[in-house]
Each structure stands twice: as C-alpha cells, then as structure tokens.
Nanobody, 123 residues
C-alpha cells in the first residue's frame, strides 16, 4: 500500500508564506509525476502545480510567480512553497502522485491522493 501525508498547512495572514510537504511511503517502486491540487468550499478541485520525475514544472495561472513546487526523490517527497498568499488561496490542499508500487506480489500503478491539509489566508 501507498500513503501520501501532507503537512505544513495552517493559518497565515495575506502576504505571508507557507511551505507544504507531502511524503509518500509504502512499497514504492517509482514515482513519476507529483502534484498539488486544492479545493475550496463549493468549488471543484483544481490543479495548482505539477512536477515530473525530471523536475519539469507546470503551474496554474493564478499561482504562477508566487508558488514553487519541488521534489526530493531520495525522500519521496514533494514540496509547495507558497509566497505572497492571498485570501483566495484558502482551500484544502491535496497531494497527488503517479505511483508504481508493489501489492499482492505484483506491480501496480495508480494515482494516489493524500488526505489534504487546510490552508487559510486571512485578510
């Protein structure tokens, strides 16, 4: 089994910064792309940022220039550095990973999700 655990969320004032972490654990063979999504109340879950195995990145227009996604392959961890936070960034942030792992003696591949971490930005 594979687990993704997010951390680093919390309450911050507008203009402040937070750093989110997502650590993958379990019988992991490899991780291809990793990414961050967020979901605010009453809204659809949306893509925030992605990063491939060779560290190619992609960002939503709303966070470009303010957020930075990175990864540490040795630790199976992806990070999201969030600067210049705005109230509209308030949401539950979810980590996602394209994981190849071992289960029941076989390789399996699927997208795995963390449980989410709350980010609240006050004005």
């Amino acid at each position: 089994q594979v687990q993704l655990v997010e951390s680093g969320g919390g309450l911050v004032q507008a203009g402040g910064s937070l750093r989110l972490s997502c650590a993958a654990s379990g019988s992991i063979f490899s991780i291809n792309a990793m990414g961050w999504y967020r979901q605010a109340p009453g809204k659809q879950r949306e893509l925030v940022a992605t990063i491939t195995s060779n560290s190619s990145t992609n960002y939503a227009d709303s966070v470009k220039g303010r957020f930075t996604v990175s990864r540490d392959n040795a630790k199976n961890t992806v990070y999201l550095q969030m600067n210049s936070l705005k109230p509209e960034d308030t949401a539950v942030y979810y980590c996602n990973a394209d994981v190849t792992y071992y289960s029941a003696g076989y390789y399996q591949r699927r997208g795995s999700w963390g449980q989410g971490t709350q980010v609240t930005v006050s004005s």
